[in-house]
């Protein structure tokens, strides 16, 4: 009885989140790219042509897979897809919110803290087909495998297993002999058990998903590769195959079209470029929605649209030689990229114009950053959120930033901001330290939100973007 009361508190505050998430209702249609990703799975069960509209010269493969469900019931139901994705997104967010970051923190109070965040940040998302929420959810899916093998079940772990140090391969426990033969960092998982090589192949599979479904994943994942090979040392090898095996998908695409072999879409390259050259002076970009005229909403750096003029970087090379070049005015702009991204409203992920734009959740997304890395950087054994987070803080700077792309920066701190509630077993905090704590990170919430001030300080009118408007614009 106590065993099946201990589930239900651990799973209801999921089915909390997923109801809640739900009660937002559909979107009233869908637009823009949510309208490309839709139609895209749609073609999968007509008779339009999936590559064409589903942009899978520049999209992922594996794209169109992600709305089908909801998609085959638009098909059987006209009307029937609103709620599908609702409903499908809702449960990602469940799963983001009631299962992967709280086992990502480790912490036994941590989905208390979690689930409520991620409603706020993450809940948002769910009417709309985009690929931000089952991105983040491969994403964390590939941490919490890769960082944490050994407590898929903590309830099933020695006591000091949520330990900051339990991360060390010399701190896992064997368990007990099984056909007589010990078997060392296994961990269960309902009634299967997986070892160290799965999770780490399961792992890298989550990653090449990722990676497929939205490439701006791909120095956060490097970081996390990074990670894995330090910790893990050979056992990174499983990790490795698995981004091979996750990334299989589009490689066998690729091939079956004629196209050049290689794990990304054709028109990676392009893209690529075509991002660079914005990245060089726009400091973010929005979606306006509803538009009563053009959709596009860019903020811009007039000092770095003066400095480039009308040589803008055609590739990622050339942007970081921009960026190289003109210091120390970039170091600010890359700064501004990541802070502006944070500035979030009720609208994200869309967006008003800049005129109407009051960006309300800015307050309460950027004190959950600066709450949740500066808990991350001062608890040994968690320090790898930080890093990751830097590595989307990287991703954030080289890229033409919208507002939803720091999406994964927000939830790994929503897991940061769980470390606060302490390991296991703990001591209290002494005051001073709490005190001190508190200081920091309201001093970095400060700078955070000066510096999202200045970022969105030059919005351009709707419309397209150029150096030229950007630089009179200062």
């Known amino acids: 009885m106590l065993e099946r009361q201990g589930h239900l508190v651990r799973w209801w505050p999921a089915a909390a989140l997923l109801a809640a998430t739900v009660a937002q209702g559909p979107a009233g249609g869908f637009v823009y790219d949510a309208a490309h990703y839709f139609d895209g799975s749609l073609a999968l069960f007509t008779a339009a042509d999936t590559v064409r509209v589903g942009d899978l010269d520049f999209r992922g493969a594996l794209t169109p897979l992600v709305y089908a469900p909801a998609a085959l019931a638009e098909h059987l139901v006209t009307g029937a897809g609103r709620y599908a994705v609702l409903l499908e997104n809702a449960l990602l967010v469940a799963l983001v919110g009631g299962f992967l970051l709280p086992r990502i923190a480790a912490r036994p109070a941590a989905v208390w803290v979690c689930a409520p965040l991620t409603w706020l940040v993450a809940a948002r998302f769910a009417p709309f087909p985009l690929m931000d929420l089952p991105a983040v959810a491969a994403f964390l899916t590939a941490v919490w495998l890769a960082l944490r093998p050994d407590v898929l079940r903590p309830d099933v772990l020695r006591p000091d297993a949520l330990r900051p140090d339990a991360l060390r391969p010399d701190v896992l426990r064997p368990d007990p002999p099984r056909f007589g033969t010990p078997r060392f960092g296994t961990a269960r998982f309902g009634p299967l058990r997986f070892g160290t090589a799965w999770c780490l192949g399961l792992a890298g599979v989550a990653a090449g998903a990722t990676v497929n479904l939205r490439p701006a994943y791909l120095l956060p994942l490097a970081a996390l590769g990074g990670i894995v090979v330090v910790t893990r040392r050979r056992s990174a090898l499983w990790f490795a195959a698995g981004v091979v095996a996750g990334s299989l998908p589009q490689v066998a695409f690729n091939a079956l079209r004629g196209s050049a072999p290689g794990p990304t879409p054709p028109g990676t390259a392009d893209l690529a470029g075509f ?55 970039s170091a600010l702009f890359l700064v501004e990229k990541v802070a502006a991204a944070l500035a979030w409203s009720w609208s994200t992920p869309y967006s008003a114009a800049a005129s109407a734009e009051h960006y309300e959740l800015t307050v309460p997304v950027v004190l959950i950053v600066a709450t949740g890395i500066v808990a991350a950087c001062r608890t040994p054994g968690a320090r790898t959120l930080a890093i990751l987070a830097a590595g989307v803080c990287a991703s954030l700077m080289t890229s033409a930033t919208e507002t939803r792309f720091a999406l994964p920066l927000v939830l790994l701190a929503v897991a940061g901001c769980a470390l606060v509630t302490g390991p296991a077993g703990g001591a209290a905090e002494s005051r001073p330290r709490v005190i001190r704590f508190v200081a920091v990170v309201l001093v970095v919430a400060a700078a955070v939100a000066a510096v999202a001030a200045l970022g969105v300080a030059h919005p351009l009118p709707p419309g397209p973007a150029t150096p030229a408007v950007c630089a009179a614009n200062g």
């Open 275 to 329: 991002q660079a050259g914005y990245a060089s002076y726009v400091v973010r970009y929005d979606t306006i929605e509803p538009a009563v005229g053009a959709p596009q909403q860019f903020y811009c750096d007039p000092s770095m649209a003066a400095a480039v003029g009308g040589r803008l970087a055609a590739s990622t090379g050339g942007l970081v030689r921009a960026l190289l070049t003109n210091l120390p005015e």
